[in-house]
């Protein structure tokens, strides 16, 4: 399949999925999306087993894309973007200490707590599973989704605060995550050398060099929009930064989502004060929340049907079943103690850990990077494992998040 007609299929089915959804099903746009793919794709699997073959166009669709590639290299740069460049930097940085802690410790935390507990999961159930691939899982499972829950959020009408909280940390904690399943995925195959120096060296390298190359590029950014007042030409301009920026950051072995982060908050902030006029602020605001919803679009419907590629077998499916709460557990572990410890000297809202874990939701992300694992004997599992976790996180956690947030905030 071209290149044309996998963008194609995938278009008409978003689009198609997305009909349906906003005419007869009502559900949030994400989780609609996904829900539609995967019954979709589960009735063509059950019809394949009556009629050999009929499924066979989807997963022909599915061998032509490299999913992760396609998430991880492609998309992920233009969704960090779009989500940071509507994020106020001043309210960040009266939360900067707070996003900090649970996108550094909270993921390093929550990586050792997935991983052990899910060595201890996976062995039991009978898979010979080394500990260093329950960590990549860990690694992989950890970062929060910023696309599936950001919308949810805005609707319930939580504090300024707290959604500033959740939205920081799912932006940051995205490219600290990718880092650190990056650093784990090169001591497995031995690029790196297994020291604590060499470790945090390489940890540094990524996310520090990401963060620096970020305000780099978004410094450049904005001196190039204040140039010109021309709205296509400024388009074009944060167009080439995220896609030419990003593909520079992986070259230069710099963490690609901390710098489309960055860059997304300097120049939707500094450069959106100071760069623009109110044509092009709006012009821009438009452009990107319609490359925002057109990616997240197809990037739920890759996910649902992803199905086709999962281990059914009943060990599996039990194993991804018990690993639900394990993981939620530790996204509370992983939380409630930075949380405790900053309860110190500064207040938080009323339950702020209950909200922040089931706020907490897997998406596109972590399937993208489980898939990117090399072949091996843990791999298929740990692809099933996730994709249960992540099916699990959108469609419940996703529906249920907004009214446990309004009777928090009620209460």
Known sequence: ??????????????AAFSWINYKYIRLPTTIGLMVISMVFSLGLVALGAMSPGVETPLHGLLDAIDFDDALLNGMLGALLFA????????DLAEQKGVVAAL?????????????????????????????????????????????????ILRRAGIPKSLETKINGESLFNDG???????????????????????????????????????AGLGWVAYRLLKSVDNYQVEILLTLALVTGGYALAQRLHVSGPLAMVV??????????????SSQTRDRLDAFWELVDEFLNAVLFVLIGIEVLVLDYRPATLL???????????????????PVRV???????????????????????ISVALALSLPQGDARDLIITVTYIIVAFSIIIQGLTVGPLVRRVVRT
């Open 1 to 14: 399949m071209t290149g044309f007609g996998i963008v194609a299929a995938l278009t008409t089915l978003a």
């Open 83 to 90: 989500g940071a460049l509507h994020l106020n930097v001043n």
């Open 103 to 151: 996108a550094t410790i909270g993921v390093l935390l929550s990586t050792a707590i997935v991983g052990i507990a899910g060595w201890w999961l996976f062995n039991t159930f009978g898979a010979e599973v080394r500990l260093l691939d329950a960590l990549l899982f860990g690694a992989l499972i950890s970062p929060t989704d910023p696309i599936a829950v950001g919308a």
């Open 176 to 214: 600290v995550g990718v880092v650190v399943f990056a650093v784990l995925l090169g001591i497995a195959g031995g690029g790196h050398e297994v020291t604590p120096i060499g470790i945090g060296q390489l940890f540094l390298e990524e996310a520090a060099g990401g963060i620096i190359y970020g």
């Open 263 to 276: 860059a997304g908050l300097l120049v939707g902030n500094h450069g959106r004060s100071f760069a623009m």
């Open 319 to 337: 194993t991804g079943a018990i690993a639900i709460p394990v993981v939620l557990a530790a996204r509370w572990i992983s939380v409630g103690i």
């Open 342 to 364: 900053m309860q110190r000297w500064r207040v938080f809202s009323p339950r702020v850990v209950t909200v922040l874990t089931w706020s907490g939701l897997r998406g596109g």
